[in-house]
C-alpha cells in the first residue's frame, strides 16, 4: 500500500485542469506531463510498448499469459475538474483516521463532516488522504490512475497479490508478486479531459481492439456503476443591443436582462438536480458570461431516458419563445450539443462486463452495489462507441471540491479487484 500512495501522492502533484473554453486536446499542458511520467513508468515496469500519442493519450498492453483469452482494457483519466483549483496540491496523509471531523490544515473555514460524506464513518481507522483546504484532491481520476498502475506492476512482477491467491514465486528482482496469475492481453488506457466531456474524443478503439473495457472512475468501493444518465449540453446565446445607458430610452435591449428573465422561468421544482433524486432527470444551468450585447448561458439536460432529452430541449425552445414575445429585437439561439448517452443498451450486448465484475468484487470479500449514476463517465461514451464499459470504485469522496479526499485501503482493494477481473476473462 505505500507504493500505491506514493504513486498516488506524486501523480495529485501534478497540475492537469482540463480546460472547457477550448478545442485543444488535451486542453492544459499539465495532462501531457503526467502522461509522460506514466509512459516511463510504464516502460521501467518492462512494457516496451508503452507511449503517449499526439493526442497526449496513452497507451500500453500488459501480455497474455493465457492463449486466446480475449482482451480486455482499463481506462481511467488524467485531468481533473476545472470546478476547483488544482495547482499547488498539497496532499495530507490521515493514518489511522479516528473517526473525526477532519479540518483542512491550509484553510480551516473548510472541513470535511463525517455526517455530510456517506459511508464515510466506515472507514474509520483507515488510511485518508485529504487536500490542504486550498485545492481539490484530484483523486478524481488520478486514484484511478494510481490503481491501474499498482495492478500493471503487480501483473508485471510486483508485490501485491489478489484475495485467497497464493503469491508467485520469487522474480528476478527478488519480490514475490502475482506476474504468473492467469490473464488474457490487458489494454491500459489514460485519456485527457473527461471532465470537460471530450475524454474519448481521441481514442481510436481499433487500436484499443478489446471485447470491453472498464473505467476507474467510481466512489465507494464495492459499487459498480452499470446506468448512466444521457446528456446533451445546451448553449443558449441571448443577443441584445447596446447603446450609451443615456440614450437607451425605446432602444437598448439588455441581454444580461434578458438571461435572468430565462433563467427564472426554467422549472426548478421539478427539474433542477437540486430538487430531483434517483431517477429523475433535470436541466442545470451551470455557466452565466456576456454582457449587455450577448450573453451565453450553458445549461445541462440529464436523462436516464435518452428520449427524454428531446423533452428537455423543447422547454428551452418554448422559454426562449416566450422571452422574444416580450422583447422582439431580440435574437435567443438555442443550441443542443450531443455528450453520451446511458451505457446500459451497450452492457446488456455484453453481460460478462458486468458479470465478471461483480464476481471480482466478490471474490474480495465484498457484496456488489450495482448503481445508475446521475452523472457519466467516459464508459458511457465508450459504450455508445462499440465498447461496453462500466465503472469500476476506486476510493474517491467529494471530488471536484476542496473537501474531496480518497481512502487507501479502499484504493487497495480495487487493486485485487482489477487482478481477480484479470483471472476471469482468461477462464475457458
Known sequence: METLLDRFCRYVKVETTAVEQ?????????????????????RELGLADAAQDEN???????????PKAPTIAWFAHMDTSPEFTAKGVKPVIHRNWDGKDITLPGDPSRIIRVADVKGMADLTGKTLITTDGTTLLGADDKAGVAVIMTAVAALMGGQASPAGQQASPLTKGGQRGVAALPHGPIRIVFTCD????????????????????????????GELDNETFSADLAVVTITGKNIHPGLATGKMINAIRLAGQFISRLPW??????????REGFLHPYVLEGGVHECKLRIILRSFITAE????????????????????GAKIDVEIKKQYR????????????????????????????????????DGSRLSEMGLPTPNLAVGMH???????????????????ILLELAQLWAQP
Open 398 to 416: 467529494n471530488f471536484h471540491s476542496p473537501l474531496e479526499f480518497a481512502c487507501l485501503e479502499e484504493m487497495e482493494t480495487s487493486v485485487r
Open 22 to 42: 477550448t478545442d485543444k486536446y488535451p486542453s492544459s499542458p499539465g495532462q501531457l506531463e503526467l502522461g509522460r511520467m506514466l509512459t516511463a513508468e510504464l
Open 269 to 278: 421544482r421539478t427539474r433542477a438536480p437540486e430538487t430531483t433524486s434517483e
Open 56 to 66: 497526449g493519450i496513452v497507451m500500453t498492453t500488459i501480455p497474455a499469459t493465457v
Open 342 to 377: 446511458n451505457m446500459k443498451e451497450a452492457l446488456d450486448k455484453e453481460p460478462r462486463a458486468v458479470e465478471y465484475a461483480a464476481e471480482a468484487i466478490r471474490r474480495v470479500g465484498l457484496t456488489p452495489k450495482f448503481q445508475s449514476i446521475r452523472g457519466g463517465t
Open 194 to 221: 473527461e471532465e470537460v466531456g471530450r475524454g474519448v474524443d481521441k481514442v481510436d478503439l481499433k487500436k484499443v481492439n478489446a471485447v470491453c473495457g472498464y473505467t476507474l472512475d467510481g466512489e465507494n468501493i
Open 309 to 328: 432529452l428531446a423533452d428537455h430541449a423543447k422547454v428551452l425552445r418554448t422559454i426562449a419563445d416566450s422571452v422574444l414575445v416580450e422583447h422582439p
